[in-house]
C-alpha cells in the first residue's frame, strides 16, 4: 500500500492499570540479533555495548542503509553490568559508523527495557523529530561484577562485604524476595504445577531445537567472528571469545535435548516443593537484538515496499504491575 498521511500515534490512559497507544504508518525494516548464549558461555567476554554494536551493524546491513542516514538510536539494557555500559547507547552508535551528532539514549526499566526503547522510537517518529532510527536491547550479564558498596566511605575492621551485582538485579528490596519467588507465588495463585511447568519446558526446548534444525533463525542471526571494531578517532574494540578454539558463534545455545523425565529429576531452585527447577526457567543470557524503524513514507521511497513489517493499528500498554506477595 501506499504511505501517504504522516505517521500517528493515539494515546489512552486508564487511571490505576495503565495507558498505552496505537500506531500508524510506522514500519520495522530490518531486524539483526546476536545468537543468545548462557551466562558464562561463548560470549562472556563482550559486553553489552560490544553486542549492541554487533547487532545493530548486523540490522543497518541488512536493510542496505548506511549508518549516517540514521537519525536516533536508543537501546534498552535491565542495568549496567559493565563500566563501558554507562556510556552504551552513545558508542553502539558510534561504534556501529554513525555521525558525532547522532542522538543517543539509553532506556534502563529492568524487564521490557528493548520494548520501551522500540516505544520511544515509534514516538519520536510520530512526533515527526526523526525519519528514521535503530532501537534494540543489549545484555552482557556474565560481565556483571562483585561490588563493594559503600567502599568511599571505608570499612570498620573485617567489615568489608562484597555482593553479587547480578544478584541484586534479581532481587526486589521493597517485598524482600527475589524475581523467581513471585513466580512462585504466581504459580501457587493460579495453581500451576511442577508437572505442567515441566511440559511447557519440554514443548519449549523441542520446538526451538527443531527450529534451529529447519534454519528457522538463520535470516534473524547475525554470526559474530572474533574482530576488532574500529571507529573514527575513537579506540579500537576488540571481538575475542570466552573458548580460545572458536572462530564463530551462529547460533543460541540455550535449547537442550531434554525429557520429561530428565526435567522431573530436577530439584526445585528457589523453594522446597515449588515449581522453577533449571530446566524450567528462563535461561540467563548474553545478547542483543536491534531494529531499524522509521516512517512509512521514507521506507515506501527507498524502495522497502512489500518487505517491511508496519506497526499499524498495534498498540503498546504499560500497566500497573504490583509484586506477587
Not at 1 to 13: D, H, I, N, T
Not at 79 to 99: E, K, N, Q
Given at each position: 500500500?501506499?504511505?501517504?498521511?504522516?505517521?500517528?500515534?493515539?494515546?489512552?490512559?486508564?487511571?490505576?492499570?495503565?495507558?498505552?497507544?496505537?500506531?500508524?504508518?510506522?514500519?520495522?525494516?530490518?531486524?539483526?540479533?546476536?545468537?543468545?548464549?548462557?551466562?558464562?558461555?561463548?560470549?562472556?567476554?563482550?559486553?553489552?555495548?560490544?553486542?549492541?554494536?554487533?547487532?545493530?551493524?548486523?540490522?543497518?546491513?541488512?536493510?542496505?542503509?548506511?549508518p549516517?542516514?540514521?537519525?536516533?538510536?536508543?537501546?534498552?539494557?535491565?542495568?549496567?553490568?559493565?563500566?563501558?555500559?554507562?556510556?552504551?547507547?552513545?558508542?553502539i552508535?558510534?561504534?556501529?559508523?554513525?555521525?558525532?551528532?547522532?542522538?543517543?539514549?539509553?532506556?534502563?526499566?529492568?524487564?521490557?527495557?528493548?520494548?520501551?526503547?522500540?516505544?520511544?522510537?515509534?514516538?519520536?517518529?510520530?512526533?515527526?523529530?526523526?525519519?528514521?532510527?535503530?532501537?534494540?536491547?543489549?545484555e552482557?550479564?556474565?560481565?556483571?561484577?562483585?561490588?563493594?558498596?559503600?567502599?568511599?566511605?571505608?570499612?570498620?575492621?573485617?567489615?568489608?562485604?562484597?555482593?553479587?551485582?547480578?544478584?541484586?538485579?534479581?532481587?526486589?528490596?521493597?517485598?524482600?524476595?527475589?524475581?523467581?519467588e513471585?513466580?512462585?507465588?504466581?504459580?501457587?495463585?493460579?495453581?500451576?504445577?511442577?508437572?505442567?511447568?515441566?511440559?511447557?519446558?519440554?514443548?519449549?526446548?523441542?520446538?526451538?531445537?527443531?527450529?534451529?534444525?529447519?534454519?528457522?533463525?538463520?535470516?534473524?542471526?547475525?554470526?559474530?567472528?572474533?574482530c576488532?571494531?574500529?571507529?573514527?578517532?575513537?579506540?579500537?574494540?576488540?571481538?575475542?571469545?570466552?573458548?580460545?578454539?572458536?572462530?564463530?558463534?551462529?547460533?543460541?545455545?540455550?535449547?537442550?535435548?531434554?525429557s520429561?523425565?530428565?526435567?522431573?529429576?530436577?530439584?526445585?531452585?528457589?523453594?522446597?516443593?515449588?515449581?522453577?527447577?533449571?530446566?524450567?526457567?528462563?535461561?540467563?543470557?548474553?545478547?542483543?537484538?536491534?531494529?531499524?524503524?522509521?516512517?512509512?513514507?521514507?521506507?515506501?521511497?527507498?524502495?522497502?515496499?512489500?518487505?517491511?513489517?508496519?506497526?499499524?493499528?498495534?498498540?503498546?500498554?504499560?500497566?500497573?504491575?504490583?509484586?506477587?506477595?
Amino acid at each position: 500500500m501506499a504511505y501517504v498521511e504522516s505517521p500517528k500515534v493515539k494515546g489512552y490512559l486508564k487511571k490505576g492499570e495503565g495507558f498505552g497507544a496505537t500506531y500508524e504508518g510506522i514500519v520495522i525494516v530490518a531486524a539483526k540479533r546476536t545468537p543468545f548464549c548462557r551466562i558464562c558461555g561463548p560470549l562472556s567476554l563482550l559486553s553489552a555495548t560490544d553486542l549492541g554494536i554487533l547487532a545493530t551493524k548486523g540490522a543497518l546491513k541488512q536493510a542496505g542503509i548506511s549508518p549516517e542516514e540514521i537519525d536516533y538510536l536508543v537501546f534498552g539494557m535491565a542495568g549496567v553490568s559493565s563500566g563501558d555500559t554507562f556510556f552504551a547507547h552513545r558508542h553502539i552508535a558510534l561504534y556501529s559508523g554513525m555521525g558525532i551528532g547522532t542522538p543517543a539514549m539509553l532506556v534502563q526499566k529492568i524487564c521490557t527495557s528493548g520494548m520501551e526503547a522500540l516505544i520511544n522510537a515509534a514516538e519520536h517518529i510520530a512526533n515527526g523529530k526523526v525519519e528514521v532510527a535503530v532501537a534494540g536491547g543489549s545484555e552482557g550479564l556474565s560481565q556483571s561484577p562483585t561490588v563493594l558498596f559503600g567502599n568511599r566511605l571505608g570499612y570498620k575492621l573485617r567489615d568489608v562485604k562484597a555482593d553479587d551485582y547480578l544478584w541484586e538485579a534479581f532481587y526486589d528490596t521493597s517485598v524482600g524476595f527475589m524475581m523467581a519467588e513471585t513466580a512462585e507465588n504466581l504459580a501457587e495463585k493460579y495453581r500451576i504445577t511442577r508437572k505442567e511447568a515441566d511440559e511447557y519446558a519440554f514443548r519449549s526446548h523441542s520446538s526451538a531445537l527443531r527450529a534451529q534444525k529447519e534454519g528457522f533463525f538463520k535470516d534473524e542471526i547475525e554470526p559474530i567472528e572474533e574482530c576488532t571494531l574500529e571507529a573514527h578517532h575513537l579506540k579500537p574494540r576488540k571481538i575475542r571469545f570466552y573458548d580460545t578454539k572458536a572462530k564463530r558463534i551462529e547460533a543460541d545455545d540455550g535449547p537442550r535435548e531434554t525429557s520429561l523425565e530428565k526435567l522431573a529429576a530436577l530439584p526445585p531452585v528457589f523453594r522446597q516443593n515449588g515449581v522453577q527447577t533449571a530446566g524450567n526457567s528462563s535461561q540467563i543470557t548474553d545478547g542483543a537484538g536491534a531494529l531499524v524503524v522509521c516512517d512509512a513514507r521514507w521506507a515506501e521511497k527507498r524502495g522497502f515496499v512489500g518487505s517491511e513489517m508496519c506497526i499499524r493499528d498495534r498498540a503498546c500498554c504499560i500497566c500497573d504491575c504490583r509484586s506477587a506477595t
